[in-house]
């Protein structure tokens, strides 16, 4: 989740100028890119709708219909069924966030209400939707036509220092624990705060041996290059940054560098994406940091966009105008990974519902991704990659962690 910028990420932002435009017609890259998917449906590994649910629409998962076009509610999402079909997204990893300022026994409840809320989302649409917690669960839901519902804990906060919590949460589904969020812990770091583990402590490393012995995914987005350093030093299975991008490409903490790149791929891991523009393009994030510092100079809010922005913001965007960022921005961040981690350790984590309003032009909602694809194919990817890139290549971590997990 991008919550580390969330001061000035919009929820509500340009929804002209970010509405997926259509693919040429009679496109052949689009047909190809199209076919591909239609095989290897996308196994995305982030997506924060489960707290858009709980913050925007009271938790109420059986009164807000996502059968429907949920872009077009009071409070838009970038999620709904249709979206997800149309974009041939067939593996979901929904996450299940708390503020990094959450913290003890609240933390807990917060994620295990959650929990409850992806457990009753998947529960409403049993024709659509099925949980799944391990690599055969996913290709079962594939082979149905169903859309693998997978969970993610987004934080090590969340389980309150306590390994017994970190065992229920894989117990109730959870397949992936990301070490940190915004703020460091005493046992590990996050890449946007001040230092307090120096990488893993004993704790630290206790945690990911435990992840390796119940089979669940270490995920390093969100932490510190030396604790993702020792964490893939520590872990006996494949790591994962569930929503990241190259920090060569753009130079922000939330990416990693490219000796951790070679790292994760070096090890079975896999480097999934982000489709937040300020993790693919510093050029916006630069433009993003200073519209707020503007916002805050006259006293207005910063998260407010287009014609929702107060008039100094207004007046300050006409003068200062968004830079473009869209799916050929995207494609070069899927290629440099590529290129430094290995076709066999990219994938795709968008952070839909985490991002608000700002994903890249022609990707606004999770329909976007056979655009990507398209781009992808113009490029010369061949199908075989392509397959690694949609979902083979978190499957096969997947599986090796589980076979981690039985080895004992």
Known sequence: MARLLRSFVPALVLPVLLAAAPAPVGDAAVRRAEAVLARHPVIDGHNDLAWEIR??????????????????????????????????????????????????????????????????????????????????????????????????????????????????????????????????????????????????????????????????????????????????????APVIASHSGARAVADVPRNLPDDLLRAIGARGGVVMVNLYPAFLSRTWRDWDMARTAAAKATGVPANLYGPKAPLPLATWDRAHPMPRVGVAEVADMVEHVARVAGRDHVGLGGDYDGIGGTAPEGMAGVDGYPRLFAELVRRGWREADLAKLAQGNVLRAMEAAEAVARAG
């Open 55 to 236: 913050d925007h629409h009271d938790a109420a998962v059986e009164s807000l219909d996502l059968s429907a076009g949920t872009d077009r509610l009071p409070y838009p999402l970038q999620t709904d069924l249709a979206r997800l079909r149309r974009g041939h997204v067939g593996g979901q990893f929904w996450s299940v966030w708390v503020p990094a300022d959450v913290e003890g026994p609240r933390a807990v409840e917060m994620t295990l209400e959650q929990i409850d809320i992806v457990r009753r989302l998947v529960a409403r649409y049993p024709r659509d939707l099925v949980l799944a917690d391990s690599a055969a669960a996913v290709r079962r839901a594939l082979r149905e036509g169903r859309i693998a519902s997978l969970i993610g804990v987004e934080g090590g906060h969340q389980i309150d220092g306590r390994l017994a919590v970190l065992r229920q949460y894989r117990a109730l589904g959870a397949a992936y624990m990301t070490l940190t969020h915004g703020r460091s812990l005493d046992w590990a770091d996050s890449s946007t705060d001040a230092a307090r583990a120096q990488g893993l402590t004993a704790f630290g490393r206790q945690v990911v041996a435990e992840m390796n012995r119940i089979g669940m995914l270490v995920d390093v987005s969100h932490v510190s290059d030396a604790t993702a350093a020792a964490a893939i030093a520590a872990s006996r």
